[in-house]
């Protein structure tokens, strides 16, 4: 198929391969293409447009690529009328996709770095495909450390991954919630609290922050407070989007388009648009 | 500069003709109601002869001229955007199957477009939405067949609009590029004639039908002088000098918070704008929901859910609308698309129903904020 | 086996602290050890302890009523517990459990207030260090309360 000729409006039918409940409101699911043709490469970090038949479309990023079958896997958080559709998907059932689009993490920035990793809520999801990049060429980075915020314990992701994360590949996974029951035996508190708990050299670290606006502003602040430089960090924006290739305007942040110039941004180049209220 | 020459009235009108001959849709000005709009016309008969348009802040009247102009007014309410990049289309239908549906796109139509009495504010404002919809990564389908083999007959402005200001943007009043026919009408007291220059291969092959002869030297001077005294009779200015860090430097000017107190967030100046492109997607499905659409609808900045996502809208003030829409125009375009977004046509500050003026504002801003001086 | 002296001077808390006010301190201080599972200090109680976490993890609980006990912040290796031993009336505000065995020194708040009070330069220093730490706690809070991961995730 050549995609150059395809109209960037038209979405390709995809077929749901796979379904898990990951927590009570996030679902993942694996996608093959319904002709079985090439799924296109991506870049950590980028997203698809999933289309849920006559419901509509969201951007959603791509979590992952199934090891043994290369299917796309995409992890979803249950919150509008979209994402309530796919979350009805079942498998051998259709959805369209439209993709990949956007800008990634920059994975080579980070070779012979120390790499700091910081996550809030569904933002592991928008990461995992990094730490699966960095893990699949460990010997390229120095240390690594994931640390991971959410409200509560069961809104924890991949949390089975966090052990090999550990064991396996060495690198310092953290998680913390904002509140918890006895039964939780982790960390309670903001996820600022954990970067002075991690061990890294501010001076030749890589940070990459998916998550709330508020969360990524603070873990800034706190990691540039332990001596981080700004050009160093790495957000992810989020806007409203409604075709995700330049045309419909609705995703501009700034002078940028988070569909086109992101919706990754070393954080010293949009700094004074992340700093002006209701941009 | 391309073959100039001269041609009447009625040549105009063959011109046209041959136009429809060669399947081209002629569409040029047209009074509609107490309007002069953009729409289908199939000879000089229906252009508005011996009309003018009076424009202002917050104000548009057609008056009765006392020649016979046929070109006598500036821009219409609405752009040739309309027409380019329709205000509605289906993008594709997709129909269900069981658990599973497919998707037929759309068919594209080439309409063929001729334009007639294209202003060169306007002719800069089809080239800049060029670059956003069939020059950058990504290429809109439909507006590309729409520009495929649009022909342009431009205009030279006989005289300055009341709200426009051409000459501060370098987008006129001389049609210079892009075109392939540009006339210049001049109204002598026995005398009703265009000169006519050739900017494209296909327009030169085209006026090979029709009866033309050489310009002589006077007719080229008056001609001259005309598009001198409309650009000598510019009503406004906009300073365009670092304009772009100027107003990213001042994204907190209390200007931005006076202008909210009179914008009604109408969007008018979006619809108006012969540049703005923003739109939306809906999806819509019929009775059974085994037949669902996506269609592609202008939209607005200035709209409500512009900026929702899940829980919020970023911009819900005025104020961030405002200030969106003016920073985008005027600067952000600029590192998206290497020019200015606004062409200096006027339509936001005519058709602004409290009359809001862009170049004002802009005035305002590069003033020192008043506000925030130290108190000492 | 470390002097309790030098446990205290290495801990992060009283990193750079001067050699006579480190003893000063050191006075108040003893080695004490929590099973997973034991309650450090409880709502109400008199605040008379503060703690210089060496090893482990405690959990800082509020009790709602007819509601199960809430963890709302959890302290760790490095970090101090307990500061109202220092601001009248000395109450305690919440529950502390040890969620694991936790190892710390715990530092007399009698022993230290007084010796703070008849030597202002060591107060200095003891308020001058738990200032930002009691800081970044009320912005912590306050991101918490802002519920950060609600629907906008």
């Known amino acids: ?102 800008s990634s993490w920059p994975i080579e920035a980070c070779k012979k770095q120390d790499v700091v990793i910081i996550a809030g809520g569904i933002g592991l999801a928008p990461l ?26 069961k809104d924890l992701l991949f949390t089975k991954e966090f052990e090999t994360w550990r064991g396996k590949y060495g690198i310092q996974v953290k998680a913390t919630v904002d509140s918890a029951d006895r039964e939780w035996k982790g960390n309670v508190g903001v996820v600022t609290t954990l970067i002075p708990r991690v061990s890294f050299d501010p001076i030749h670290t890589v940070a990459m922050i998916c998550g709330p606006e508020i969360m990524m502003k603070f873990s800034m602040l706190a990691l540039k407070q332990s001596g981080m430089s700004e050009e160093n960090i790495f957000i992810t924006m989020e806007r409203n989007m409604k075709c995700a290739v330049g045309f419909c305007g609705h995703c501009q942040f700034g002078p940028t388009f988070i569909c086109k110039d992101g919706p990754v941004f070393a954080y010293n180049k949009i700094k004074p648009f992340f700093e002006t209220r209701d941009l | 500069m391309g073959k100039l020459s001269i041609i009447d009235k009625e040549n105009l009108n063959k011109l046209i003709a041959e136009l429809n001959q060669q399947g081209y849709k002629t569409i040029g000005p047209t009074i509609r109601g107490e309007a002069i709009v953009y729409d289908r016309i199939s000879s000089i008969e229906d252009l508005p002869e011996g009309w003018t348009d009076e424009q202002g802040p917050g104000h548009y009247r057609i008056k009765k001229r006392n020649d016979k102009a046929l070109f006598g007014f500036n821009v219409s309410p609405h752009s040739w955007k309309q027409f380019l990049h329709p205000p509605e289309k289906k993008l594709w239908t997709a129909e269900k199957n069981g658990s599973s549906f497919k998707i037929i796109p759309e068919e594209l139509k080439n309409p063929k477009f001729a334009f007639i009495g294209v202003r060169s504010c306007e002719l800069h404002a089809i080239a800049i939405q060029d670059k956003v919809f069939i020059q950058g990564p990504h290429i809109d389908r439909v507006y590309q067949i729409n520009r495929k083999d649009l022909f342009t007959v431009s205009v030279n402005c006989g005289q300055a609009g009341g709200t426009c200001f051409c000459v501060s943007m370098k987008t006129g009043p001389k049609v210079n590029s892009n075109f392939d026919l540009a006339l210049t009408e001049v109204l002598e007291k026995d005398n009703h004639y265009f000169v006519v220059e050739t900017g494209s291969d296909r327009a030169q092959s085209i006026i090979e039908n029709i009866d033309k002869r050489s310009a002589q030297d006077q007719e080229l001077k008056a001609a001259e002088q005309i598009l001198d005294n409309t650009a000598q009779n510019m009503g406004r200015f906009l300073d365009t000098e670092g304009i772009k860090e100027t107003l990213f430097e001042n994204l907190e000017h209390s200007r931005w918070e006076e202008v909210a107190t009179r914008c009604l967030s109408c969007a008018n100046c979006t619809m108006a704008c012969p540049t703005c492109f923003c739109s939306t997607v809906e999806d819509v499905t019929d009775i059974t929901g085994d037949h669902a659409e996506r269609w592609q609808k202008w939209d607005s900045c200035f709209t409500m859910d512009f900026t929702y996502i899940h829980g919020g809208h970023v911009r819900h003030s005025t104020k961030s609308q405002y200030r969106q829409w003016m920073t985008h125009k005027l600067a952000s375009w600029i590192d998206q698309f290497d020019s200015s977004g606004c062409v200096g046509c006027g339509r936001c500050i005519t058709w602004c129903p409290v009359g809001i003026d862009l170049t004002e504002e802009v005035a305002a801003i590069r003033k020192p904020d008043e506000t925030k001086t130290d108190n000492t | 086996m470390k002097s309790l002296e030098s446990i205290v001077e290495n801990h992060p808390f009283f990193k750079d602290l001067e050699p006579r006010y480190l003893e000063l301190v050191t006075g108040c201080a003893s080695n004490v050890r929590f099973e997973a599972g034991n309650f450090i200090f409880r709502q109400n109680e008199e605040a008379n302890q503060f703690y210089l976490i060496r090893q482990g993890k405690v959990a800082l609980e509020v009790c709602p009523p007819n509601r199960d006990p809430v963890i709302v912040q959890t302290v760790s290796e490095g970090e101090i517990l307990g500061w109202a031993w220092m601001v009248p009336p000395y109450n305690c505000h919440f529950d502390a459990q040890a969620l694991e065995l936790t190892r710390a020194i715990q530092l007399d708040g009698q022993c230290l207030r007084k010796k703070c009070e008849e030597d202002h330069s060591l107060g200095y220093q003891v308020l001058s260090r738990l200032l930002p730490i009691i800081g970044k706690n009320m912005e912590a809070t306050q991101l918490q309360l802002t519920d950060i991961y609600g629907n906008r995730s």
């Open chain 1, 1 to 102: 198929m050549d995609n150059n000729a395809q109209d960037p409006m038209i979405p390709q039918l995809y077929e749901v391969t796979r379904t898990i409940r990951e927590t009570h409101d996030s679902f993942s699911l694996y996608l093959n293409s319904k002709d079985d043709s090439d799924i296109p490469e991506f870049g950590p970090g980028q997203f698809n447009m999933l289309y849920a038949f006559g419901v509509g479309e969201v951007p959603i990023s791509i979590s992952g690529r199934a090891e043994k079958s290369g299917n796309l896997i995409h992890t979803i958080r249950n919150v509008g009328s979209v994402t309530s559709a796919l979350s009805d998907l079942k498998r051998g059932h259709t959805l369209g996709l439209r993709g990949p689009f956007g």
């Open chain 1, 128 to 153: 995992r495909p990094a730490i699966y990049a960095l893990l699949e060429q460990r010997d390229q980075f120095g240390e690594i450390a994931i640390l991971y915020g959410a409200r509560q314990p």
